[in-house]
């Protein structure tokens, strides 16, 4: 069998159209329950991943697991059972406490649900929109004192905070870096403070998210490594070998070795060349009518609706313990030994025993 980081999965599936709706989401990903965790979908998940019957030639590899200094894992609220402490995580990162439309956060996951892992544990802290995170940053609105407060109170609970903030406007990019230094000062020296940061290969004039400059702000910065490919983009791996390389290759020029950790994905997507599922003009409706033979229409209350069977080709990429395997031995050629993976509970569960820490 070829032994590749692709898996092209063409499936002829018969299904009734999807009703036409607007569901106001640009990217409405499948829940992972659904899609990315164990079919039992159980609080008994974490014990029986070994269990699982693979659907297709499980190509694993040959050699020895790999070590890293560090390894970093996500572990969403209301899914912690998805973690289990014997996983070789040094460092534990919750997800998340999530600033809401007031400016506040309301609820701080509590660390006391992992009381029997070992490793340092770190609050996630998240900001869900572009102009959310603006009234967070900037200082004319005096929210950003409150948030920090409110996280040094937190902290107390925590070896750290990682700021995960992803939407930020490109005129906050000062008021960005001067948050993380006031939450510094907050927390101390004591306490670790890490960011998440979006993939780079290069550097870009006036980005948000320089490396160099947010560097010396942190103790660690995750570089999220995934999302190459997106629900809506051409269909592609999450996260290509090539890609990868040229990220870490870049990221080692501006960032110190004891502060970068690379970001894995434990996840896959799934593109089919059809998707009926949207909002349409009228003329679009008509099209498709005429396109799939629709001639006639029902009516409910007057309103006209129609149904048909269509064949549609899906195409996933997804990471197996193979594909995961071989990008943690380009990272550590390349002297990398810190790492960290989106998300616990999405992977292949025989992954487990090819990593070491050091």
């Not at 014997?86 to 400016?103: E, H, Q, R, V």
């Not at 197996?320 to 998300?343: E, G, H, N, P, Q």
């Amino acid at each position: 069998m070829k032994r590749t980081l692709i898996a092209l999965m063409e499936l002829c599936l018969m299904a009734v159209a999807l009703p036409v709706f607007s569901n106001g989401k640009k990217d409405d990903l499948v829940p992972d329950d659904a899609a990315l965790v164990t079919e039992e979908g159980s609080a008994e998940a974490t014990e029986t991943t070994e269990e699982i019957t693979m659907k297709y030639f499980h190509d694993l590899p040959t050699g020895d697991p790999v070590e890293f200094h560090e390894v970093w894992g996500y572990v969403m609220q209301d899914r912690e059972y998805e973690f289990n402490s014997k996983m070789p995580i040094t460092d534990l990162c919750y997800f998340s406490a999530d600033i809401d439309c007031y400016g506040e956060i309301d609820k701080i996951p509590n660390a006391a649900k992992f009381k029997n892992y070992k490793g340092r544990k770190h609050l996630v802290v998240t900001c869900e929109s572009r102009s959310l995170t603006h009234f967070v940053l900037d200082p004319q609105f005096g929210v950003s004192k409150k948030i920090i407060e409110t996280l040094g109170k937190a902290c107390s609970s925590y070896d750290g905070i990682q700021i995960d903030f992803e939407l930020i406007p490109k005129k906050d990019g000062e008021h960005f870096r001067n948050f993380i230094a006031a939450l510094r000062k907050r927390i101390g020296q004591e306490k670790w403070l890490t960011i998440a940061l979006p993939a780079r290969v290069k550097t870009l004039e006036n980005d948000v998210f320089d490396y160099t400059k947010i560097e010396p702000l942190v103790d660690r910065i995750i570089i999220m490594a995934y999302d190459e490919h997106w629900s809506t983009s051409k269909p592609g791996a999450v996260a290509s070998m090539d890609w990868c390389e040229r990220i870490a290759d870049y990221a080692k020029t501006v960032l110190p070795k004891k502060k970068l950790v690379m970001g894995l994905p434990f996840y896959g997507r799934t593109w089919q060349d059809e998707n009926y599922g949207k909002a349409w003009y009228f003329s679009g409706i008509n099209r498709i009518l005429g396109e799939n033979n629709m001639h006639t229409v029902e009516r409910e209350n007057s309103v006209p609706y129609f149904t048909f069977t269509k064949q549609i080709k899906v195409t996933g990429y997804f990471d197996d313990t193979f594909s995961l395997v071989a990008r943690l031995r380009m990272y550590a050629d390349k002297d990398i030994d810190r790492i960290a993976f989106w998300r616990i509970g999405q992977e292949d569960p025989s992954f487990w025993s090819w990593l070491k820490v050091k």
